[in-house]
């Protein structure tokens, strides 16, 4: 390979202070590594061996295969003129190779023809073909003291339109993040127009530092505390071609979390050399398939508990492999956009995610209803069988707090409408639902029918007034897809008039169904016709020069043409954003409306939707492996800034027995976002469904009644805006049981909650952390920790426990969130082994923006429980009504609070105290002693 270069020598230029040496300059974080360069074409004559064995040779041939191209002095054509530079280029180790042929049907003649290395390797899901060392780019000139580079390439790569001349810029955000963002300083390219907080903090402390390599460029982040390097760019070439973007990022661990939205295991394993696509993409969930969100952020856990997690905002196609290299390679490849990394450098994981949530946004705490459960189904056959399902739950003492609507209650599916007809006592039933303290959610699909006669579907007729319709390529009429009710056209919500647009048809209707939240589904954009009903003109937006693994095999299966254009740009771009900007209207909408906390839940997501939507899983099956896989779903979400996520109780698809109703329900208790939902073909799977047993019923109630018992404790953890539902591994980094566990987790700190999973099971297998634990319903003590443990679980009972340490507020419950409200509250003490706990209270009106509030702290030390009230400005009354001790090791003789004997029981055998029929305002100091 003519004029390519191995480098042979690191010298690092550092300085307390800007300095500049032989033009390079470095500062007290970064540095500037400079190479000495070594020909690797000079080599003698006899230890040539031929890259162009065939006829034909000539030097732009040679070239293009990454070889060296010399004629001998002599002219001898014995000797060959094309020939493989000395060792370097092919003989690199497997997480040195940046693949150099993607697509299937590689061979070793297709990857040569490229200029490209052939050698296979064991090492599953490593490149066979892959760029030569050496042909990536280089830095050319070093500006702003060492923080930005401008970078260049000596060869193009067989992709279309190189950008043969970058800049990289490092921006020190904070003392645990740092910004790398690769782009093409002469050309303007696509960036993703999301409202990031870059608010930046001091970064004289940093636990981190970067170098900054100069050929071949790359960039190494390194933890100062450990000298572990957490981010590392220089293992294999960089390619940066107008659809084609590739860079290899080494870690330093096994241990990685994150990325989505694909079914998996909640920790990716690494071992099966996993590629995960992010294309957002309407399906139904199954393993190695793209789903509807897009989250390109992976945490990692070091061996030594440490924690580091790398986000790349690029919203075109994506897909990212993880390599069982050593160190563990991911590779991305992206099909537009430019490369913008953070990094962040913990150092536990819950620093982690909080710092990422920084960045991306902070989920606003949800009203107090939308805790409750959810009571949907598509498919109740019309007014008669919606009321009858509400009665039955209620005849049955069943809490729940909302009634949803499916597609079932529009004229033809239409958004904006509702069917007379079969639904003509639907704004009763809204009506009596919200005279009950409950509540009322519709669904809305982005697909607006364009078949209505002009002037009978205002929602289409004043779409096309205000132009607010995704266009076709030639910007000329809407695109045409096809959804539920047929032909449609999609409102572009980049467009500046389309909220107001969306605004309008939200108020006129709810005018007429006083709906308390939305629910909006299909915004992919999912369409039944691939492109358009007139398919997609030929192109490389709608056929790349390479294709991501999809479902459905190209970037139009069941969405509008790559072409499309959008206000803001193409939908080639702008796809995996559909659903977020469809969410922030939705949000802003409803808020404006309501004048009240919006409810939104939205099946597609991108980074940053949780600051406006909850999360659902989608169309999922009825089925045991679906009720495992919802728990890395839910983990998964609390990660991406998605806190309030759940998935359909029971299945959507499919039928559910009342077994795995009820082990669904017990799990279902515990998922942040708490609904049952139903296809309409399959039966129906609510508690009090009519086809199963009294026993069944029995079970399913006590199930929502212990949701309904914790809602004060889940309120005040969502208040955090932290992760709610969390893995064991957050709490116990340093733990190397805990990496892989996903059939267990927390919430909070807390709460440990251990489901079945399985048929027929009534024991489950326990991981207990070497802690401190407690049996949640009866105090008993956990005797071993440390290891796993057989535990009971029969069909009636959830195995929670509570961590040593913590107290959790409680309530008495009710039918609903607003009779509950009102009820007695509890308090659960967990003694730790230090005989201390710690836990508080977050209260308000559950509904209001920005409402005043109670937050009560409370303290255990040894014999003595107090509270602290430190915000009291939400006039309410607030009873505390029980306290329940664990851990008290010798019966009390007298029980105190505020000074007076109390009454109380004290169990020998768990050594718990009981405080019963208290009656105590929580918004005065308490003191409670034995």
Same mark, same amino acid.
């Given at each position: 390979?003519?004029?390519?270069?191995?480098?042979?020598?690191?010298?690092?230029?550092?300085?307390?202070?800007?300095?500049?040496?032989?033009?390079?300059?470095?500062?007290?974080?970064?540095?500037?590594?400079?190479?000495?360069?070594?020909?690797?074409?000079?080599?003698?004559?006899?230890? !040539?061996?031929? #890259?162009? /064995? &065939?006829?034909? %040779?000539?030097?732009?041939?040679?070239?293009? *295969? =990454? $070889? +060296? @191209?010399?004629?001998?002095?002599?002219?001898?054509?014995?000797?060959?003129?094309?020939?493989?530079?000395?060792?370097?280029?092919?003989?690199?180790?497997?997480?040195? !190779?940046?693949? #150099?042929? /993607? &697509?299937?049907? %590689?061979?070793?003649?297709?990857?040569?023809? *490229? =200029? $490209? +290395? @052939?050698?296979?390797?064991?090492?599953?899901?490593?490149?066979?073909?892959?760029?030569?060392?050496?042909?990536?780019?280089?830095?050319?000139?070093?500006?702003?003291?060492?923080?930005?580079?401008?970078?260049?390439?000596?060869?193009?790569?067989?992709?279309?339109?190189?950008?043969?001349?970058?800049?990289?810029?490092?921006?020190?955000?904070?003392?645990?993040?740092?910004?790398?963002?690769?782009?093409?300083?002469?050309?303007?390219?696509?960036?993703?127009?999301?409202?990031?907080?870059?608010?930046?903090?001091?970064?004289?402390?940093?636990?981190?530092?970067?170098?900054?390599?100069?050929?071949?460029?790359?960039?190494?982040?390194?933890?100062?505390?450990?000298?572990?390097?957490?981010?590392?760019?220089?293992?294999?070439?960089?390619?940066?071609?107008?659809?084609?973007?590739?860079?290899?990022?080494?870690?330093?661990?096994?241990?990685?979390?994150?990325?989505?939205?694909?079914?998996?295991?909640?920790?990716?394993?690494?071992?099966?050399?996993?590629?995960?696509?992010?294309?957002?993409?309407?399906?139904?969930?199954?393993?190695?398939?793209?789903?509807?969100?897009?989250?390109?952020?992976?945490?990692?856990?070091?061996?030594?508990?440490?924690?580091?997690?790398?986000?790349?905002?690029?919203?075109?196609?994506?897909?990212?492999?993880?390599?069982?290299?050593?160190?563990?390679?991911?590779?991305?490849?992206?099909?537009?956009?430019?490369?913008?990394?953070?990094?962040?450098?913990?150092?536990?994981?819950?620093?982690?995610?909080?710092?990422?949530?920084?960045?991306?946004?902070?989920?606003?705490?949800?009203?107090?209803?939308?805790?409750?459960?959810?009571?949907?189904?598509?498919?109740?056959?019309?007014?008669?069988?919606?009321?009858?399902?509400?009665?039955?739950?209620?005849?049955?003492?069943?809490?729940?707090?909302?009634?949803?609507?499916?597609?079932?209650?529009?004229?033809?599916?239409?958004?904006?409408?509702?069917?007379?007809?079969?639904?003509?006592?639907?704004?009763?039933?809204?009506?009596?639902?919200?005279?009950?303290?409950?509540?009322?959610?519709?669904?809305?699909?982005?697909?607006?029918?364009?078949?209505?006669?002009?002037?009978?579907?205002?929602?289409?007729?004043?779409?096309?007034?205000?132009?607010?319709?995704?266009?076709?390529?030639?910007?000329?009429?809407?695109?045409?897809?096809?959804?539920?009710?047929?032909?449609?056209?999609?409102?572009?919500?980049?467009?500046?008039?389309?909220?107001?647009?969306?605004?309008?048809?939200?108020?006129?209707?709810?005018?007429?169904?006083?709906?308390?939240?939305?629910?909006?589904?299909?915004?992919?954009?999912?369409?039944?016709?691939?492109?358009?009903?007139?398919?997609?003109?030929?192109?490389?937006?709608?056929?790349?020069?390479?294709?991501?693994?999809?479902?459905?095999?190209?970037?139009?299966?069941?969405?509008?043409?790559?072409?499309?254009?959008?206000?803001?740009?193409?939908?080639?771009?702008?796809?995996?954003?559909?659903?977020?900007?469809?969410?922030?209207?939705?949000?802003?909408?409803?808020?404006?409306?309501?004048?009240?906390?919006?409810?939104?839940?939205?099946?597609?997501?991108?980074?940053?939707?949780?600051?406006?939507v909850a999360h659902w899983e989608g169309d999922n099956f009825a089925d045991w492996s679906d009720l495992y896989y919802s728990i890395p779903e839910v983990l998964s979400f609390n990660m991406f800034g998605i806190p309030f996520t759940g998935v359909d109780i029971c299945g959507f698809r499919g039928d559910s027995d009342e077994e795995l109703c009820t082990r669904w329900l017990q799990l279902g208790a515990f998922y942040p976002f708490m609904r049952s939902h139903n296809q309409d073909v399959a039966p129906d799977k609510d508690p009090a469904a009519v086809r199963f047993s009294s026993e069944a019923h029995d079970r399913n109630r006590e199930a929502l009644r212990l949701r309904y018992r914790l809602l004060p404790f889940l309120y005040s953890l969502m208040s955090r805006k932290k992760a709610v539902a969390r893995p064991l591994v957050f709490q116990y980094p340093k733990d190397s049981s805990a990496?892989?566990?996903?059939?267990?987790?927390?919430?909070?700190?807390?709460?440990?909650?251990?489901?079945?999973?399985?048929?027929?099971?009534?024991?489950?297998?326990?991981?207990?952390?070497?802690?401190?634990?407690?049996?949640?319903?009866?105090?008993?003590?956990?005797?071993?920790?440390?290891?796993?443990?057989?535990?009971?679980?029969?069909?009636?009972?959830?195995?929670?426990?509570?961590?040593?340490?913590?107290?959790?507020?409680?309530?008495?419950?009710?039918?609903?969130?607003?009779?509950?409200?009102?009820?007695?509250?509890?308090?659960?003490?967990?003694?730790?082994?230090?005989?201390?706990?710690?836990?508080?209270?977050?209260?308000?009106?559950?509904?209001?923006?920005?409402?005043?509030?109670?937050?009560?702290?409370?303290?255990?030390?040894?014999?003595?429980?107090?509270?602290?009230?430190?915000?009291?400005?939400?006039?309410?009354?607030?009873?505390?009504?029980?306290?329940?001790?664990?851990?008290?090791?010798?019966?009390?003789?007298?029980?105190?609070?505020?000074?007076?004997?109390?009454?109380?029981?004290?169990?020998?055998?768990?050594?718990?105290?009981?405080?019963?029929?208290?009656?105590?305002?929580?918004?005065?100091?308490?003191?409670?002693?034995?």
């Amino acid at each position: 390979m003519a004029g390519q270069y191995l480098s042979l020598l690191h010298i690092t230029y550092l300085a307390l202070f800007p300095t500049c040496v032989h033009g390079f300059c470095g500062n007290n974080t970064g540095h500037i590594v400079v190479e000495r360069d070594q020909d690797l074409c000079n080599m003698e004559n006899p230890s !040539r061996k031929d #890259c162009h /064995p &065939e006829l034909g %040779a000539t030097p732009s041939k040679c070239q293009s *295969r =990454g $070889c +060296c @191209w010399r004629i001998p002095d002599d002219n001898d054509i014995r000797v060959p003129w094309c020939f493989y530079p000395t060792v370097a280029p092919c003989h690199i180790t497997v997480e040195h !190779r940046a693949e #150099c042929y /993607p &697509e299937t049907g %590689a061979n070793e003649a297709s990857c040569l023809s *490229r =200029g $490209c +290395c @052939w050698k296979s390797t064991n090492v599953k899901g490593a490149p066979y073909c892959f760029h030569p060392a050496g042909e990536g780019y280089s830095v050319q000139k070093v500006i702003d003291y060492g923080k930005s580079v401008l970078l260049t390439r000596k060869r193009h790569t067989h992709w279309p339109s190189d950008v043969m001349d970058l800049q990289a810029e490092v921006v020190e955000h904070t003392d645990s993040r740092l910004q790398m963002k690769i782009y093409d300083p002469n050309n303007k390219r696509y960036e993703v127009p999301l409202p990031l907080k870059k608010a930046s903090s001091s970064t004289e402390h940093t636990d981190y530092s970067y170098n900054i390599n100069i050929d071949p460029f790359g960039l190494t982040v390194t933890r100062k505390s450990t000298k572990s390097v957490l981010f590392d760019t220089s293992l294999a070439p960089l390619v940066f071609s107008d659809q084609m973007i590739q860079i290899s990022v080494g870690v330093p661990t096994t241990n990685l979390y994150g990325i989505g939205e694909n079914r998996k295991p909640f920790r990716i394993q690494v071992e099966q050399s996993p590629i995960f696509s992010l294309w957002n993409h309407d399906g139904i969930p199954k393993i190695q398939a793209n789903q509807y969100g897009s989250h390109p952020f992976v945490l990692g856990i070091e061996p030594n508990g440490d924690a580091f997690g790398i986000f790349l905002l690029n919203s075109n196609a994506l897909d990212i492999t993880v390599l069982p290299t050593s160190p563990v390679t991911i590779r991305y490849r992206a099909l537009g956009g430019i490369l913008d990394f953070y990094v962040f450098t913990g150092p536990t994981p819950d620093d982690v995610v909080d710092q990422y949530w920084a960045l991306i946004g902070q989920p606003p705490l949800p009203p107090y209803w939308s805790l409750g459960y959810h009571l949907s189904r598509w498919g109740y056959g019309g007014s008669s069988g919606m009321n009858a399902t509400i009665q039955r739950m209620r005849n049955k003492q069943m809490p729940f707090d909302t009634i949803w609507s499916d597609i079932d209650y529009m004229v033809k599916k239409m958004d904006w409408t509702y069917d007379h007809n079969l639904y003509g006592q639907l704004p009763d039933i809204v009506k009596d639902a919200h005279s009950h303290g409950q509540k009322y959610v519709m669904i809305l699909d982005p697909g607006i029918s364009n078949t209505q006669p002009r002037g009978q579907y205002a929602p289409y007729d004043d779409g096309i007034t205000e132009d607010i319709f995704v266009k076709t390529a030639d910007g000329s009429a809407p695109i045409v897809g096809e959804v539920w009710p047929g032909r449609t056209v999609f409102p572009d919500f980049t467009h500046p008039k389309a909220e107001a647009w969306w605004q309008k048809h939200t108020l006129q209707m709810h005018s007429k169904l006083p709906f308390d939240g939305l629910w909006i589904d299909m915004n992919e954009p999912a369409s039944f016709k691939p492109g358009s009903e007139n398919g997609c003109a030929s192109s490389t937006l709608e056929n790349p020069p390479y294709t991501p693994t999809l479902e459905g095999g190209s970037l139009i299966d069941k969405t509008l043409c790559m072409s499309a254009k959008f206000h803001d740009g193409l939908h080639y771009n702008l796809h995996n954003l559909y659903g977020y900007f469809e969410s922030r209207a939705t949000y802003n909408v409803l808020k404006s409306i309501l004048r009240k906390r919006p409810f939104v839940l939205s099946r597609s997501t991108f980074v940053g939707s949780g600051n406006y939507v909850a999360h659902w899983e989608g169309d999922n099956f009825a089925d045991w492996s679906d009720l495992y896989y919802s728990i890395p779903e839910v983990l998964s979400f609390n990660m991406f800034g998605i806190p309030f996520t759940g998935v359909d109780i029971c299945g959507f698809r499919g039928d559910s027995d009342e077994e795995l109703c009820t082990r669904w329900l017990q799990l279902g208790a515990f998922y942040p976002f708490m609904r049952s939902h139903n296809q309409d073909v399959a039966p129906d799977k609510d508690p009090a469904a009519v086809r199963f047993s009294s026993e069944a019923h029995d079970r399913n109630r006590e199930a929502l009644r212990l949701r309904y018992r914790l809602l004060p404790f889940l309120y005040s953890l969502m208040s955090r805006k932290k992760a709610v539902a969390r893995p064991l591994v957050f709490q116990y980094p340093k733990d190397s049981s805990a990496y892989g566990i996903d059939k267990q987790f927390l919430w909070g700190d807390s709460l440990l909650i251990t489901p079945v999973l399985e048929r027929g099971h009534t024991t489950v297998n326990a991981y207990f952390p070497q802690d401190t634990w407690y049996d949640f319903f009866s105090g008993a003590e956990v005797s071993t920790t440390g290891q796993w443990t057989v535990i009971s679980a029969p069909l009636d009972k959830i195995n929670v426990h509570i961590r040593g340490g913590s107290i959790i507020p409680t309530q008495v419950p009710d039918v609903n969130t607003q009779k509950s409200r009102r009820n007695d509250f509890g308090l659960v003490v967990a003694s730790s082994s230090r005989k201390t706990a710690q836990g508080f209270l977050y209260w308000d009106d559950g509904e209001s923006i920005d409402a005043p509030f109670d937050h009560i702290q409370f303290n255990l030390n040894g014999e003595r429980l107090t509270s602290t009230v430190k915000s009291s400005n939400y006039a309410t009354t607030m009873t505390l009504g029980s306290v329940d001790v664990y851990g008290v090791a010798t019966a009390p003789t007298i029980v105190r609070v505020n000074g007076i004997g109390v009454a109380h029981t004290y169990d020998h055998v768990n050594k718990v105290l009981h405080a019963t029929r208290l009656k105590v305002d929580l918004l005065k100091p308490l003191t409670m002693t034995w």
